[in-house]
């Protein structure tokens, strides 16, 4: 079974930096969509970024020019730059990587168990 393993996370002041890292336990073949959500307590869990295998990315609106993920495909892995920090931010950030296995043709999509972060005024 796949695992996804998440770093990072932690207390920043706000307009502080985190860089958040999602590596699986082991490679991963077949993977299209790497992300990054986060859910505060009582609130559904909300995207913040995506990132295609071609390197294609979206962005809630929220973190525009702010956050920046990117991948290393070889490694199976996926980061989450976040600069300039706002109190707001603070929540569980989650990974998913979702695509297709290469044998078989199969989806699937693994989470991995979340980081806090926690930003403080």
């Known amino acids: 079974q796949v695992q996804l393993v998440e770093s990072g996370g932690g207390l920043v002041q706000a307009g502080g930096s985190l860089r958040l890292s999602c590596s699986a336990s082991?490679?991963?073949?077949?993977?299209?969509?790497m992300g990054w959500y986060r859910q505060t307590p009582g609130k559904q869990r909300e995207l913040v970024a995506t990132?295609?295998?071609?390197?294609?990315?979206n962005y809630a609106d929220s973190v525009k020019g702010r956050f920046t993920i990117s991948r290393d495909n070889a490694k199976s892995t996926v980061y989450l730059q976040m600069n300039s920090l706002k109190v707001e931010d603070t929540a569980v950030y989650y990974c998913?990587?979702?695509?297709?296995?290469?044998?078989?043709?199969?989806?699937?999509?693994?989470w991995g168990q979340g980081t806090q972060v926690t930003v403080s005024s």
């Open positions: 990132i295609t295998t071609s390197g294609s990315t």
């Open positions: 082991r490679t991963i073949l077949g993977i299209n969509t």
């Open positions: 998913k990587f979702d695509g297709r296995f290469v044998i078989g043709g199969r989806s699937f999509d693994y």
